[in-house]
């Protein structure tokens, strides 16, 4: 019994004894974590800083850095967070936030006052210690190593404190403290060889979807094949990738938003040959560096259908009518031979008296220059204004006239076939909607090569 009460009694000295108190530069501590230890380019990653600090001390003893009010007085340093080296910064990722208090609390972070989370807190006796903590994501763009320094915790303490005559709290003779925490290194590998068909880089989980705008086509018909792909690291980043799956089926343009999480592409197609045709499923190739051992990846889309019907307007097969009928069944062709040459003669000649007698003007030269000043303009930038004067110089208009319902058809009668001239007036529609903040539209150069050449014929 007398040992228990001298024990009781030589327990407060103890721990009153300096060889056993906590020095003050352990009363706070930043920390780097991260669960990558290597990357491949164009992968995510996320690092998460965190500082703990005992909140019981810093109540009594902490002193202010700043004027200005903040819940911690400490100053928060790592630079590289907001300028990575070897990496891209990504949007923040959520930190879930301790208890029903307050969720987050203020300090100064890279010279500003920052809000960060209030990741645990403990109030047990002898280890009251609160973690704030950040997370930031970001994706590595070259192989190499990613080296994350360390990052450094300043903060003051007194002993002693005093109220000034506003009656507020001033520490007398502050003692000021600078902590480090520990660097990170992460590597970055290059990919592994043995990449399947159409592997345009995506890194990540992911997969994707397909839709089309329509169930019945005739042959060569445009009709619209909506792609959305999501899930990857660096969906905004891989170029545009090429249709796989679709055997039998012309590519006559791409629109691609470039979105991210979520990228929508949707390509203009049209179809070869008449009947039930099958479009997919789409392939989505992709690289997975979370599987074991990293791995390639082929994605399916649903498969779909779609009903093309013959082109009433096409040639009809050798040995058959548009109906169907075979050769030997047909109306004698020379009757319709011949009528068609008289009207054509006499067409002809009805044309050569008239312009005899209207006797035009000859071709203002401006409209050939007018001509060459717009396709020059529209080599330098594709836009609304740049495409409606190259339109309105062939069309003999103002650029403004262009512009409206009906430009397909005008176009058709110049001479461009339907369906160039229905992209033509889609395109156009889209520009002037990116000009007032719509989605952006690219530019097939192969249509203005078409445009050309129905221009020049």
């Excluded at 001033?170 to 060889?193: M, S």
């Excluded at 018909?221 to 909506?226: A, H, S």
């Excluded at 062709?333 to 050569?352: D, E, G, I, K, N």
Aim: glycine residues 8%.
């Amino acid at each position: 019994m007398s040992r228990l009460l001298l024990l009781i009694v030589l327990l407060p000295l103890l721990a009153a004894s300096p060889a056993l108190a906590v020095e003050p530069e352990s009363r706070a501590t930043p920390v780097l974590r991260t669960r990558a230890e290597s990357l491949v380019p164009g992968q995510a990653f996320d690092v998460m800083l965190l500082v703990g600090y005992d909140h019981a001390y810093f109540e009594k003893h902490a002193a202010p850095l700043f004027r200005q009010a903040m819940d911690v007085p400490m100053q928060l340093t790592l630079p590289w967070l907001e300028k990575p080296q070897g990496a891209e910064r990504l949007p923040e990722v959520r930190v879930p936030t301790w208890g029903n208090t307050k969720p987050t609390q203020s300090l100064v972070f890279n010279g500003e006052i920052a809000e960060w989370s209030l990741f645990e807190k403990s109030d047990k006796p002898g280890h009251t210690s609160t973690r704030m903590a950040r997370a930031f994501r970001f994706r590595a763009v070259a192989e190499g190593a990613i080296e994350i320094p360390a990052p450094t915790l300043r903060w003051a303490y007194a002993e002693r404190f005093e109220e000034d005559f506003l009656g507020d709290r001033v520490a007398v003779d502050p003692r000021f403290i600078e902590v480090a925490g520990e660097p990170l290194r992460i590597e970055v590998k290059a990919l592994p060889a043995g990449a399947p068909e159409g592997f345009a880089g995506a890194i990540g989980a992911g997969g994707g979807s397909a839709a089309i705008d329509r169930k019945s086509v005739k042959v060569g018909e445009p009709f619209r094949l909506t792609v959305r792909l999501d899930g990857h690291d660096n969906v905004d980043q891989i170029p545009t990738p090429k249709l796989l799956g679709v055997a039998g089926f012309s590519v006559l343009g791409v629109d691609d938003d470039r979105g991210a999480p979520q990228r929508t592409i949707v390509y203009e197609i049209a179809a070869e040959k008449a009947g039930v045709q099958a479009l997919g499923p789409i392939r989505f190739p992709y690289f997975d560096p979370r599987a074991e051992g990293g791995t390639y990846v082929v994605a399916l889309s649903d498969a779909l259908e779609i009903e093309v019907l013959p082109d009433p307007e096409a040639p009809a097969a050798q040995g058959e009518d548009s109906a169907g009928w075979p050769a030997w069944a047909r109306w004698p062709s020379w009757p319709y031979a011949l009528l068609a040459c008289l009207v054509t003669f006499w067409v002809l000649w009805a044309w050569r008296r008239q312009r005899k007698v209207a006797e035009p003007e000859p071709d203002d030269p401006r409209d050939g220059e007018r001509i060459v000043a717009a396709r020059a303009a529209l080599d330098v930038c594709v836009d609304d204004r740049t495409l409606a004067e190259y339109l309105a110089a062939h069309l003999d208009c103002s650029a403004a006239a262009v512009i409206g319902p009906g430009l397909a058809q005008r176009l058709t009668d110049a001479g461009v076939a339907r369906y160039a001239a229905e992209r033509t007036e889609r395109l156009l529609e889209r520009l002037q909607a990116a000009r007032y903040g719509g989605a952006s539209s690219s530019f097939d150069p192969a249509l203005l090569s078409e445009l050309q050449d129905a221009f020049t014929t």
